[in-house]
């Protein structure tokens, strides 16, 4: 063989080296176009489904091609808008305080209704020594009993208030008054009409002490009064110890009596 047909032979092996070569490289750069990184649509919506729901916020990152371009950035998912916050609810306006009508004038408190014991007394007519007679009578039912009897003298209504306050002889003390013997209604004496009192002057077991006799008696009508009636005791006297009471005036004898 001669020196130029090798020559030959040899640039043609070459060319068809180069040929290969060629064709190897463009085959592989086609499949690496093929595989490479898919397409910025496709890598976004792909970063999007994976982005977290509703509030998540992961940044996809997109997938190098083969080439070592770097694939564009998912878009970010949209942070999740967080539930808009209920607004407060206004507090109901307090309800307007129901006007108070004009708070109507104080009822003038009834004039304090005065006791009736005291307006039975403002409407009494007293009896008096002026106008009765008094009379003081030792009996003999029930023992140590002294009975006095008023009479109106009068010409018009008297009253017997309350209880005699009664001093025999000396005595310093007006004796208590037994309260079981208070009446209903205060004794009122029309012209002519008596009043009772019974006065118990001594205990009847003796057990009375301090006893002395008395000659004397001052009659009060009640303790408001001024002037005694001084009725007449017998010449003897009458003994009186220091269990001596006397009951309420009585418009009956015998309930004057009685205690």
């Known amino acids: 063989m001669s020196a130029r047909t090798a020559r030959t032979r040899l640039l043609a092996a070459a060319a068809l080296t180069v040929a290969t070569l060629t064709m190897t490289a463009c085959s592989s750069a ?7 990184a898919p397409s910025a649509s ?3 919506t792909e970063s999007a489904s994976s982005s977290t729901t509703s509030g998540g916020t992961t940044t996809g990152a ?4 083969d080439k070592g371009t770097t694939g564009t950035t998912g878009t970010t998912g949209s942070t999740g808008s967080s539930g808009t916050k209920g607004s407060t609810g206004t507090s109901g306006s307090s309800g307007s305080t129901n006007s108070s009508g004009t708070s109507g004038s104080t009822g003038s408190s009834g004039s304090t209704g005065s006791d009736s014991s005291d307006d039975s007394e403002s409407n009494l007519s007293p009896c008096t020594p002026a106008n009765t007679r008094t009379t003081a009578t030792v009996v ?3 023992l140590n009993h002294v009975l006095l009897t008023v009479t109106n003298t009068g010409a018009g209504n008297c009253d017997l208030a309350y209880y ?10 007006v004796p208590p008054v037994i309260e079981d013997s208070q009446p209903q209604a205060v004794v009122t004496l029309a012209p002519g009409e008596s009043g009772y009192a019974g006065v118990i002057v001594s205990a009847a077991d003796g057990s009375g002490r301090d006893g002395y006799t008395a000659k004397t008696l001052e009659v009060y009508f009640n303790s408001d009064s001024t002037s005694p009636a001084r009725p007449s005791l017998p010449a003897k006297g ?3 110890d220091s269990s001596i009471t006397v009951t309420y005036w009585q418009s009956d004898m015998a309930d004057a009596l009685s205690w």
């Open 164 to 173: 005699p306050a009664v001093r025999f002889g000396e005595a310093q003390s």
């Open 62 to 65: 997109g997938q190098a091609n």
């Open 30 to 36: 086609e499949g690496t176009r093929d595989e490479g």
């Open 42 to 44: 496709s890598t976004a």
């Open 238 to 240: 009458v003994y009186v």
């Open 140 to 142: 003999n039912r029930p």
